[in-house]
């Protein structure tokens, strides 16, 4: 059965920087989309960032633009997200995701939009 699990989250001060991973199996991995969403407590679903198979097409959030990066190990079945210069508003579990589709723009996020997700990983940015 599918199983994703994150992991790398943390409390970390602002300006700080945290390096998540999501390790995946029961699904082809190197042959779908993947993304990073993220959900603070009280607040809705927010996409964060969608990489494609190979990893040469990649988009952000305007929110996290400039500070987090994304990529993927498909050999290791494996997505990341690089996060820097964190702010108290990245406060959120962090999960990820296999999208139905690709999101290349800031627009609200739905879990339907997805296959399947992991439990998340909170990230907690404070002083």
């Known amino acids: 059965q599918v199983q994703i699990a994150e992991s790398g989250g943390g409390l970390v001060q602002p300006g700080g920087s945290l390096n998540l991973s999501c390790t995946t199996s029961?699904?082809?991995?190197?042959?779908?989309?993947m993304s990073w969403l993220r959900q603070a407590p009280g607040k809705g679903l927010e996409w964060v960032s969608d990489?494609?198979?190979?990893?040469?097409?990649?988009y952000y959030a305007d929110s996290v633009k400039g500070r987090f990066t994304i990529s993927r190990d498909n050999a290791k079945n494996t997505l990341y997200l690089q996060m820097t210069n964190l702010y108290p508003e990245d406060t959120a579990l962090y999960y990820c995701?296999?999208?139905?589709?690709?999101?290349?723009?800031?627009?609200?996020?739905?879990?339907?939009?997805?296959?399947?997700w992991g439990q998340g990983t909170q990230v907690t940015v404070s002083p």
């Open positions: 029961g699904f082809t991995f190197s042959s779908v989309a």
């Open positions: 995701a296999r999208p139905k589709r690709m999101k290349v723009a800031t627009v609200p996020a739905y879990w339907y939009e997805y296959y399947y």
């Open positions: 990489i494609n198979v190979g990893g040469g097409s990649i």
